[in-house]
């Protein structure tokens, strides 16, 4: 990537708050006695309305560090439930959270760490219909999502509602951070359709919930999103902007590497369809699993009738360690798509894939089908359809 000169500082994003009371005087001390932010940097944590989008493994720590940082106002976008399987890493909830909303779970441990935040829930899913408007009542965005369709959306929404957002993203072992600011002063401008100007093809990059995340890369990446925003706030330091910090924490490295404004990029004008934009799943992947596409019971039902077919499980060995349908067998997405197991799956009876969910098996089906297998089929929901409909003793992850 072509770099850009970096500017020194941004001027502070946030004026001054007119006073700190004696109790926050205490509480803040470790800050007001650092020059850099000193009395009136923590007035324009206080002044600061933030929102923060996701309140999952990155938004967890981002949140408590935010309000224990004293940043005066909170935005919670989320309307998720607090799963057994999010404990591992978003911090901000616990075990008696578990069924109970992200948004509430979290606005309670904000106020066990910082009772003088002002904390707002918005417990819609974030759409282009109200992305805009939500975004003109705060000062600074915080994108910690899983998905290019939110980025994408946050992106778009925050050129049109001129604000600056602090973007960060983790896989497995992998994290990733800038900071993207359209109307930056002094020609700096950039945002994430410099750095990736498509999405990439459906199913390239799993999310999460497919690859894994070692639960701690949450810590380190949502504390430098953090450390980004209260840098933004006070006018203090030097960004992630036209930078992108990528970590490795196997072999704990930290690297930055140089973005330059995209100069055929098209103006952002207005909002679209970003579930289009991105596709979850392939066109070719939708067209081979109309017509051709199973539910659990259905799947049941074929095998309690003694039917001769194959069950294929297009998984990762590690999940297939986790759990697995009796009588399947293991062949990756990935021999599939390269065509090297085309040789191992079986002519004479009916096939029937399956994933975690039912992406990875669409996408293999797509193959199978253009390779003449007419009696192919995948299985909605994958196992974990399968696991929820028919066999309760399979773990869930």
Known sequence: MVSVSVQGS??????????????????????????DVGMDGQKRLKNAKVL??????LGSPALLYLAAAGVGTLGIVEFDVVDESNLQRQVIHGQSDIGRSKAESARN????INPYVTVNLHQDRLEPENAVELFAQYDLILDGTDNFATRYLV??????????????????????????????????????????????????VPSCAEGGVLGVLCASIGSIMVTEAVKLITGIGETLLGRLMVYDALEMSYRTIKL???PNRETITELIDYEAFCGVVSEEGQAAAAGSTITASELRDMLDAGKDVAVIDVREPV???????DGATLIPK??????DALADLPQNRPIVLHCKTGIRSAEAL??????GFADAVHLQGGIISWARQVDPSLPVY
């Open 334 to 339: 990935d021999r599939i798509l390269s065509g």
């Open 10 to 35: 941004l001027p502070p994003l946030v004026t001054p708050a007119a006073e700190l009371t004696r109790d926050e005087v205490a509480r803040y001390s470790r800050h007001l006695i650092i020059p």
């Open 319 to 325: 999940e297939w360690d986790i759990c697995h349908i």
């Open 260 to 262: 330059r404004r995209d």
């Open 155 to 204: 992106n778009d929404a925050a050129v049109l509602a001129h604000k600056p957002y602090v973007w960060g993203s983790i896989y497995r072992f992998e994290g990733q951070a800038s900071v993207f600011w359209e109307d930056a002063p002094d020609g700096r401008g950039i945002n994430y359709r410099d750095l990736y100007p498509e999405a990439p093809p459906p199913g390239m």
């Open 109 to 112: 441990s904000i106020a066990e």
């Open 52 to 57: 923060v989008i996701g309140a999952g493994g």
């Open 366 to 371: 797509a193959v199978l089908k253009r390779a």
